[in-house]
């Protein structure tokens, strides 16, 4: 069992930054990869980034890539998302998950956290 709790969301003006954080208890962090989900009123849940359990593969949608960085920390138990040049279709409630395995394989996470909402002004 894995526990995840999302911090960091807030109001920002398009063009700015939030940094999200994931902090996850439980079983051992390393042995799971990592990823963030959004979704918006009225859509679909989308993966946004995920990352291996070294660290060394991540993965971003189209709609974020170079404007998003994924990273974990091993000693603190966390991931975080750093978003910069932030756009009002970022607007949407963030989600953590957590995926038994070294890679972020196929299918759904097994663990998911409970949510931050992202709310970008125009």
């Known amino acids: 069992q894995v526990h995840l709790v999302e911090s960091g969301g807030g109001l920002v003006q398009a063009g700015g930054s939030l940094s999200l954080s994931c902090e996850a208890s439980?079983?051992?962090?390393?042995?799971?990869?990592m990823g963030w989900f959004r979704q918006a009123p009225g859509k679909e849940r989308e993966l946004v980034a995920h990352?291996?359990?070294?660290?060394?593969?991540?993965y971003y949608a189209d709609s974020v890539k170079g404007r998003f960085t994924i990273s974990r920390d091993g000693a603190k138990n966390t991931v975080n998302l750093q978003m910069n040049s932030l756009k009002p279709e970022d607007t949407a409630v963030y989600y953590c998950?957590?995926?038994?395995?070294?890679?972020?394989?196929?299918?759904?996470?097994?663990?998911w956290g409970q949510g931050t909402q992202v709310t970008v002004s125009s």
């Open positions: 990352i291996s359990w070294s660290g060394s593969r991540t």
């Open positions: 998950a957590a995926k038994y395995g070294s890679t972020w394989s196929a299918g759904p996470p097994g663990f």
């Open positions: 439980g079983r051992a962090f390393t042995t799971y990869a």
